[in-house]
């Protein structure tokens, strides 16, 4: 079955404790992003990769990293987590051809 | 990126056609407009997109005005599990970043 995952699906973590939240997909997708979901502000666009070490800036980088070593992986790295990072992530996928997006279920993450 | 807008919120009932309008004023010639959905829980969903003509799916169609300022997703036979938050966003063709806005919430009652 075509999808993205992601894992964990959900993280209750302190300040300052780095995490890794992956996402893989296994379409053989070129492009991948990033997205985290506030109320009253919709989805917004963190990191994208257009394929395989190439990495750049969505609309709200600050504070994360990304990496892409292997086409089906794309993680959202979190060096040093705020309150501020409290959000629903979502990681999408898509071939440079096509327009559908496929997004991964989410991940819900709490900072304290 | 041009801006669309959409409804805050629609109510339909089960069975019956819905109509969830957009209008996007601004929209350029290179811009695909194009539908996603977030069901409650749950990442969102591509629907459906289309540049000029009318587009249908298996999930929906897709009614583009000529001048293209507006356009109209029609579910022709809601049921309870199109209950969800549509999105309409313009798409540059070569783009791929969605720009979310706050979309349409769609409620349907049995």
């Known amino acids: 079955e075509a999808q993205v995952t992601q894992n964990p699906r959900y993280l209750i973590t302190v300040t300052g404790k780095k995490l890794t939240v992956t996402c893989s997909q296994n379409?053989?997708?070129?492009?991948m992003s990033w997205y985290r979901q506030d109320p009253g502000l919709g989805l917004r666009q963190i990191y994208y990769s257009m394929n395989v070490e190439v990495t750049d800036k969505g609309d709200v980088p600050e504070g994360y990293k990304v990496s892409r070593k292997e086409k089906r992986n794309f993680p959202l790295i979190l060096e040093s987590p705020s309150p501020n990072q409290t959000s629903l992530y979502f990681c999408?996928?898509?071939?440079?051809?096509?327009?559908?997006?496929?997004f991964g279920p989410g991940t819900r993450l709490t900072v304290t | 990126d041009a801006k669309t807008t959409q409804p805050n919120s629609m109510e339909s009932n089960e069975e019956e056609p819905v109509h969830l309008p957009c209008n996007h004023s601004?929209?350029?010639?290179?811009?695909?407009i194009h539908w996603y959905r977030q069901l409650p829980s749950q990442g969102p969903e591509y629907v459906i997109h289309g540049l000029t003509s009318n587009v249908n799916n298996r999930m929906a169609s897709l009614a583009i005005a000529e001048d293209r300022k507006s356009s109209t997703l029609i579910l022709h036979r809601a049921t309870l599990r199109d209950a969800a938050v549509y999105y309409c966003i313009l798409l540059r063709e070569g783009a791929q970043k969605l720009v979310f806005g706050q979309g349409t919430r769609l409620t349907i009652n049995p």
């Open positions: 601004t929209i350029s010639g290179t811009d695909y």
């Open positions: 999408a996928s898509s071939n440079e051809r096509s327009y559908e997006q496929y």
């Open positions: 379409m053989n997708h070129e492009y």
